[in-house]
């Protein structure tokens, strides 16, 4: 083996630590100059209508941010049509929609004791108490048909109502349920201002009506803003 062995040259660095330090504080203007020409000129372009309508939220969007769980807005011109036809406050509707199943977002629109729809109409409540079946809680032995039969309902004093006019009277069909609703709790007293004593008799509950009290007064915080948005839309 040879004995020359050849020494290993130290690379010196290309660049060195005070050039380095030279040229970041040389940078450093700069790309403070170009952040901020950047940061102004998106500052303009994101002004442009069309760009605007992409970056900013909505009006609707910035009113539901108040709520734990946004009201689906294809459903506010309903409750605005049922109230007005009935009488009672819209947003007492859709706390009643929000309480009993969050917005039609339930895995199952059935609870437990027989309760159905998008607003848990009991069956005998829908169809009406007359019917000879009807005791106890008020799930009955009601068929199908005379369930969704608006002459059976008006037959056994039923609260379901065929809200679009297509012979039917469903309590899975989004708007007869609402309109429904609706019809109940003007009935009950809502229509004449007695809101607690209309939420109660919609389920025998104190627990139930300040639930609904505390998402209807919610609402009608955002009641004016949330119309004219959708007044908006919709025109």
Sequence with gaps: MSKNKKKKKNKKPLLSPLYKICLIVLML???IAIYIGVYFAWEEFKGLPFIREFVEPSEIAKIQANFDLEIPVEYIPIYMEAGEKYNIPWTLLAAHHRIETRFSTMQTLISPVGAEGHLQ????TWVGWQHNTCSGLGEGEITDEEKLDPQTIALYGGYGVDA???GIADPFHIEDAIYSAANFLAIAGAANGELEKAIFQYNHSEEYVEDILYYYNLYNTYKERLETEVITVNS
């Design 29 to 31: 203007p700069v790309t």
């Design 121 to 124: 109409f009991m069956p005998c």
């Design 164 to 166: 679009d006019g297509d």
